[in-house]
């Protein structure tokens, strides 16, 4: 399964502010998602697909004005995962707590992370990675118990916003995360 912790980095990286590789990093998605040896359901690829063609349909300077927008502007579509599930004292006890896991798993967060929050989706999505190799036990809690719970707010969000392009990003990556979990049980 060495191939789906390509698939979780590649997500990962799409979700990175946009720059001129983006349709290249997309394409190396679906290489590892037709590689990784899992069999998602059709809707993964059709949502990748569809990202895939916004992508190619819009000026990268328009790419990067959504992204902004979408990420950095909205909170309903925040990429800061535990906004979806606490609130106030809850959120800062959350993001203490995966960054302590971190730490005693030896993830490199300060270097990962350039900033971002402990809870950030892509460094969850590289954690997810991390843990392959070292604690699938921790790695299939931490997906049931946080990251599969806030990804599902996070989607039904974007359902509600069907002209966005990273609608169909975010989709893909939540029935990849919900399948994952389904196979962990």
Known sequence: ????KA???HLAGL???PREDIKSRTDECFKALASSGVEYPPEVGVELGRFQKDLEEMPLDDVQGVYSYTFELSADYSLDMGYHLFDGFKRANN???VKTMYRE???PFDQIAKGELPDHLPVLLLFL???REKDATLMKDFRQSFVILAMEKLNKNFEKNVKNLYRHLIGAIYRILEKDVKEAK
């Not at 399964?1 to 789906?4: A, G, L, P, W």
């Open 1 to 4: 399964m060495v191939m789906e």
């Open 7 to 9: 698939l979780y980095a």
């Open 15 to 17: 979700l990175s502010y």
């Open 95 to 97: 993001l203490a707590t």
């Open 105 to 107: 798993q030896g993830f």
């Open 129 to 131: 990675d991390f843990l």
